[in-house]
């Protein structure tokens, strides 16, 4: 079956440290994103990529990065300089830009804490 | 800034009983969507309504658009236990970037 996978399904970083979150679709999907959930708040978008070898910043990319260099992945890179990583991160796939044809096909989540 | 706000943001019904949330947004949108979020899950995908369409159904869902008062409405019909969960709008604006922009949330409490 298609889908996205991503992993680990929890994952604990120590100060300082840089941490990559793992997101693999096999839908054949052109977009991904990554997504920042907060206790009790809705998605902020971090990267996206339209593309394979292109993404752009979201609206709170600072301390992330990314890479693209395949169609089926799209990793993401916590670093030190993010200062409070602690939330649940959301990786999701589209077949045309920003969900238009058929919405977003989301992964399960990965719940990052500073220990 | 967020451009989908829910209303209202928790709602507790008894099986069997409707269930009616509402998203407002302030800037024009070529589509908007509904997304389903079980608790420590990803989102799931529900509806998607365009611009130019006034209302869609899918199973128990009817989702309405009135891009004059720039809201939008989910109705659950006969809902189950298995209803509980959050349900995010989500805007796609007009113009080059078409960006998808998520509002916090009905946080939806159905009891058996």
């Known amino acids: 079956d298609g889908g996205i996978t991503q992993s680990p399904k929890y994952l604990f970083r120590k100060e300082g440290q840089n941490v990559t979150l793992s997101c693999e679709q096999n839908?054949?999907?052109?977009?991904m994103y990554w997504y920042r959930q907060d206790p009790g708040q809705g998605l902020r978008l971090i990267y996206y990529?339209?593309?394979?070898?292109?993404?752009q910043k979201g609206d709170i990319a600072e301390g992330y990065s990314v890479s693209r260099e395949k169609k089926e992945s799209f990793p993401l890179t916590v670093t030190s300089a993010q200062k409070n990583p602690t939330a649940f991160y959301l990786c999701?796939?589209?077949?045309?830009?920003?969900?238009?044809?058929?919405?977003?096909?989301f992964g399960s989540g990965t719940r990052l804490t500073v220990v | 800034s967020q451009q989908g706000e829910e209303d209202p943001q928790a709602l507790s019904i008894q099986e069997g009983e409707n269930a009616t949330m509402n998203c407002s947004y302030k800037t024009s949108i070529n589509n908007l969507q509904w997304y389903r979020q079980n608790s420590g899950r990803g989102l799931v995908h529900l509806i998607l309504i365009r611009s130019n369409e006034r209302e869609k159904h899918s199973g128990r869902l009817r989702v309405t658009l009135d891009t004059s008062k720039k809201s939008s409405s989910l109705l659950i019909t006969a809902s189950r236990a298995a209803d509980t969960a959050s349900y995010f709008c989500a805007t796609g604006r007009s113009g080059n970037t078409g960006k998808l922009i998520f509002g916090q949330g009905t946080t939806l409490q159905v009891k058996p």
């Open positions: 990529s339209q593309i394979v070898n292109d993404f």
């Open positions: 839908l054949n999907h052109d977009a």
């Open positions: 999701a796939s589209s077949i045309a830009a920003w969900g238009l044809e058929s919405g977003y096909t």
